[in-house]
């Protein structure tokens, strides 16, 4: 079980860029997956990117390929997002998450051992 903590959100101007953090503490397995979901009024959560426990194995939204790239700091406790090119309808609250079962890898259905962050909120404006 771990806690995860997001950081990083705001507002920014379409085209704009915005980087993520997802910080891990408590106990946690060497292999956890990590990623990001994210959220919009009326919406259903939806899967952004993620990993499967490696810096190898990147999984993205067909979304966000190209705009969006997830990496994690050299301990592995961290996850990042970073957001280029931003567009409105990126406009949501980010869920970190991180799941020692499955990778993180398109799904918004993650492992009952999985464990989410409390949200940041991200603005694209124009």
Known sequence: QVQ???SGGGLVQAGGSLRLSCAASGSTFSNYAM???R???GKEREFVA???GSRTSLYYADSVKGRFTIFRDDSMTTAYL????LKPEDTAVYYCAA????AIAGTSSLSARASWG???QVTVSS
């Open 99 to 102: 799941d020692p079962i499955f």
């Open 35 to 37: 990623g990001w979901f």
């Open 4 to 6: 995860l903590v997001e």
């Open 50 to 52: 993620g990993d499967g």
């Open 39 to 41: 959220q919009a009024p």
């Open 82 to 85: 970073q957001m280029n090119s």
């Open 118 to 120: 409390r949200g940041t």
